[in-house]
């Protein structure tokens, strides 16, 4: 039970910042 709320966290974090990179790149090329 703990690995996986960890594990499901992770995914998480590691989602959220794919997400916020893909509109860092998306926002720079239209300025």
Known sequence: ????AIA???IAV????????VYLIYSGRLS
Do not use: L
């Open 14 to 21: 590691f989602s959220e910042s794919v997400y916020a990179g």
């Open 8 to 10: 499901v966290m992770m």
């Open 1 to 4: 039970m703990k690995k996986h």
